[in-house]
């Protein structure tokens, strides 16, 4: 892969025809062929902040 490895770091929003989806927080959606996937792995969501709902 030219340029080194890459983060993709959101949502992924859907997984077809080789091609990932995954929602940014900005709302922009990046697609990913999956021959280029070297890694991935669930992060669960933050707990709430104290003050904050």
Do not use: C, N, Q
Not at 3 to 20: N, T
Not at 31 to 48: R, S
Request: net charge positive; proline share 11%.
């Amino acid at each position: 892969m030219p340029g080194g490895f890459r983060d993709a770091v959101g949502i992924l929003v859907s997984w077809s025809d080789g091609i990932l989806k995954v929602r940014k927080r900005d709302g922009t959606v990046v697609e990913i062929p999956e021959e280029t996937l070297v890694a991935a792995k669930v992060v669960p969501a933050a707990p709430p902040r104290p003050g904050r709902m």
